[in-house]
């Protein structure tokens, strides 16, 4: 088995009230989300790292389900492991139990901090700042799990971060049933594989996440009326979804096509409603012609 050496850091997280587990990782290293993060719903979240070992997340995970603690699966798995003294792991359970292992010859500095439904680690980093820093915004912050996992990756880098630059970030949260169409667990999958501001860039992809896959909030559904009305017909003809002077009939088709083409399929709402977030996509689009 090939391993790869992974200098990085990372925090692994579990929300109790929502089920959710994540892992977030950043490094200067091509497509670091290809081989750090693991996580499945019910289980946990491991991240794998240093001389990078994959059988660390895919065993990993298999312990977990099997009711395994986080440190008893750390100690399962590096009493194995011939390449121990150069590994690096965390662990959360879908308990909330954690764990971080740092081998003795990972490159300094290196080191990790765990605690109740976290674990953060880290590997030629600067300084401890980076991981001390990750560990206090995930467990002050309010917000959801991804929220968490991503500003704390951030504040990790302002505080340091990997001491040869920045390359790749990944964020991977895991919740039953949340996956596209419902039918895995993969709720987000966002990775920056090489970019100047990976973590910068990933947060931008978050929040675009956010806009095309969440569900509309109540508050958010506005009747297509007057003034809303009046909008939409400025910005749709502009956008050529409509012609002048259309029918009511028109602009609810050419709403339903925006809504498509723009794959806004989760924000589609009843003939005569819109969600605000889409009447402020569409108007950001309309300002670029």
């Not at 065993?59 to 008893?72: C, D």
């Not at 100690?75 to 003795?104: K, M, N, P, W, Y």
Request: charged content about 25%; glycine content about 10%.
């Amino acid at each position: 088995m090939k391993n790869d050496l992974i200098h990085t850091f990372s925090i692994v997280g579990f929300d109790p009230e929502t089920g959710e587990l994540g892992v977030a990782v950043a490094s200067k290293f091509l497509g670091v989300g290809a081989i750090v993060p693991w996580a499945r719903a019910g289980a946990g979240a491991v991240a794998t790292q240093s001389w990078a070992n994959k059988e660390y997340g895919q065993k990993g995970l298999e312990l977990l389900e099997q009711g395994k603690s986080a440190e008893e699966v750390i100690q399962h798995l590096t009493q194995a492991d011939e390449g121990i003294d150069l590994r690096q792991v965390g662990i959360v359970s879908a308990r909330g139990d954690s764990a971080t292992f740092t081998g003795r010859e990972c490159y300094q500095w290196a080191g990790g901090l765990s605690g109740p439904h976290f674990a953060c680690q880290g590997n030629i980093l600067v300084d401890e700042k980076t991981v001390k820093v990750m560990a206090d915004t995930f467990t002050t912050m309010e917000g959801s799990l991804a929220e968490r996992l991503l500003e704390a990756l951030y504040q990790g880098q302002e505080a340091g971060g990997d001491s040869r630059g920045k390359q790749s970030a990944c964020l991977l949260v895991v919740k039953e049933g949340a996956g596209y169409g419902g039918t895995d667990d993969q709720y987000i999958d966002l990775r920056v594989d090489d970019h100047q501001e990976p973590i910068v860039e990933l947060k931008r992809l978050f929040d675009l996440h956010q806009l095309y896959f969440n569900k509309p909030n109540p508050e958010d559904m506005i009747n297509i009326e007057g003034g809303v009305r009046d909008r939409l017909i400025t910005n749709l003809t502009i956008l050529e979804y409509l012609a002048e002077d259309p029918t009511m009939e028109e602009l609810t088709e050419a709403i339903q096509s925006f809504h498509l083409i723009e794959n806004f399929d989760e924000r589609v709402l009843e003939p005569g409603l819109i969600d605000k977030k889409v009447i402020e996509y569409m108007e950001k689009l309309a300002a670029q012609k």
